[in-house]
């Protein structure tokens, strides 16, 4: 493989052609007022010292010397050896559900914030790693673009709040949609989506979102908050309930069928989260493994340097220049090397 290893060098290279322009510009200009004092054929008989060809052969010189000095300058490389490289990093996108009934407190103290927890404790295990968060509940919006500044995503981790979407209910299709949507366009990665949620999808399309997604090489894994059982939703701010038409108390329930329906599809897996810390142990175990997919690449990994051939050339053009006066050398006249 060929490279050039200061390529912004090979601009000047631009300067070639145009300083050869301006020798024959200035050669025609010459030639011109040489012809106001007379005949040219008899002028070259007066001016038996001067060379027609000389001046060119020197500025040809130069120019192959100059030429040859740029391209030193960008160091021409050659590859010697093929490398294959194991890349690791991952790309991950936190797609978290903060409609209302993620404040149900079946999981301590509630599912929102147990979630917030989660993410925190991934993020603080992340090294080389790029992270986003996608919040949604009837719709979805980016809280934060991909990036590997983590304290920034614990920041924005912090202030997440059902009171950040107006529009309530759970629409996970879309918030798949547009997490899949939310990666770099870097290939050497692996990327993933990590659902939260309590499983109530009121809008559908989720599990065809999360096929999707996988067909882009995306794998999505749901962790789901709450119990079977259910809990009752209570009212942020006061000691009430959300209640339904017929003034019952709401309970949510973590619809664990939904949730294993998602990651299957998304090809990923299921996390089940509750009060206790193997939920935290599972995500950093698919995490993990994530982290330490390889990714195989062929790249060279050593490479010659050739710019002292040029800056040879360089030196024997530039010699050549030096050694070729531009009148004729009536010395040499007298050498008669191919005469008998």
């Known amino acids: 493989m060929f490279r050039f290893e200061n390529p912004l060098y090979l601009y000047f290279l631009i300067a070639i052609p145009v300083l050869a322009l301006l020798f024959y510009y200035s050669e025609y200009r010459r030639r011109k007022r040489i012809k106001k004092y007379g005949d040219p054929a008899l002028l070259k008989e007066l001016m038996i010292d001067v060379s027609w060809w000389r001046p060119q ?9 100059l030429t040859s000095l740029i391209i030193a300058a960008a160091r021409p490389q050659f590859g010697t050896k093929i490398d294959t490289t194991e890349r690791n ?17 079946d999981v301590r103290p509630s599912r929102l914030e147990k979630s917030k927890m989660l993410v925190s404790n991934m993020v603080d295990e992340m090294t ?27 920041m924005f981790l912090e202030g997440i709040d059902p009171s950040m979407i107006n529009m309530q209910g759970t629409d996970i299709a879309t918030a798949i949609d547009l997490a899949a949507k939310s990666f770099t366009q870097k290939k050497d990665v692996s990327r993933a989506i990590f659902l939260i949620t309590d499983g109530e999808d009121n809008e559908g399309g989720a599990v065809d979102a999360a096929k999707a997604a996988a067909k ?9 908050v709450g119990s079977p059982e259910g809990a009752h939703v209570p009212i942020p701010g006061t000691t009430q309930y959300f209640i339904d038409e017929q003034g019952n108390p709401i309970v949510s329930r973590l619809s664990e069928d939904m949730c294993r329906q998602i990651s299957r599809a998304g ?9 206790s810390s193997s939920a935290q142990r599972e995500l950093s175990k698919y995490v ?23 800056l040879i050339l360089a030196l024997v053009f530039l010699i050549a220049d030096v050694c ?3 009148r004729k050398n009536h010395f040499l006249k007298k050498f008669h090397l191919f005469k008998k």
Do not use: C, R
């Open 324 to 326: 070729l006066l531009e």
């Open 267 to 275: 090809n990923g897996a299921y996390i089940y989260v509750d009060n």
């Open 57 to 65: 052969i020197k500025i040809w010189l130069a120019l192959l010397a």
């Open 128 to 154: 080389n790693d790029k992270i986003g968060l996608v919040v949604y509940a009837g719709q979805a919006f980016v809280q934060l673009p991909i990036t590997n500044d983590y304290v920034s995503a614990k």
């Open 89 to 105: 990093g991952i790309e991950a996108i936190i797609a978290m559900d903060v409609s209302n009934s993620m404040l149900a407190n």
């Open 288 to 310: 993990d493994k994530l982290a330490k997919a390889k990714l195989e690449s062929q790249v060279y990994s050593e490479f010659d340097e050739q710019y002292q051939g040029f």
């Open 216 to 224: 882009q090489g995306i794998h999505v894994y749901v962790l789901g």
